[in-house]
């Protein structure tokens, strides 16, 4: 199943609802350049690992395309940018 990401940037947060799934991830802009990461939720599923991996990457890859530094403080966002090394360029 393709998940589709939607970026609601007036509540800070990228989500995924689809099929009673649910998922998102709270950011905040601390300035112009520094996005802070700092709450990820997935609704317990079968797919939790792939809709985890699709939402983080849509998120980091929003944060490259806008030239932003991401900063987390949420443990699960952490792990899994340790877990990709191309994403080390954007991290505080």
Request: proline residues 1%; aromatic residues 8%.
């Given at each position: 199943?393709?998940?589709?990401?939607?970026?609601?940037?007036?509540?800070?947060?990228?989500?995924?609802?689809?099929?009673?799934?649910?998922?998102?991830?709270?950011?905040?802009?601390?300035?112009?350049?520094?996005?802070?990461?700092?709450h990820?939720?997935?609704?317990?599923?079968?797919?939790?690992?792939?809709?985890?991996?699709?939402?983080?990457?849509?998120?980091?890859?929003?944060?490259?395309?806008?030239?932003?530094?991401?900063?987390?403080?949420?443990?699960?966002?952490?792990?899994?940018?340790?877990?990709?090394?191309?994403?080390?360029?954007?991290?505080?």
């Amino acid at each position: 199943m393709e998940y589709q990401v939607r970026h609601v940037k007036e509540e800070g947060c990228f989500e995924i609802f689809q099929d009673g799934c649910i998922a998102l991830v709270k950011y905040q802009m601390l300035d112009r350049e520094l996005m802070h990461i700092y709450h990820i939720e997935i609704k317990d599923t079968s797919d939790c690992e792939k809709i985890e991996a699709k939402l983080v990457t849509e998120v980091l890859e929003y944060a490259r395309k806008n030239h932003y530094r991401v900063l987390s403080s949420s443990s699960s966002i952490r792990d899994y940018l340790q877990k990709h090394p191309n994403c080390q360029n954007i991290l505080l």
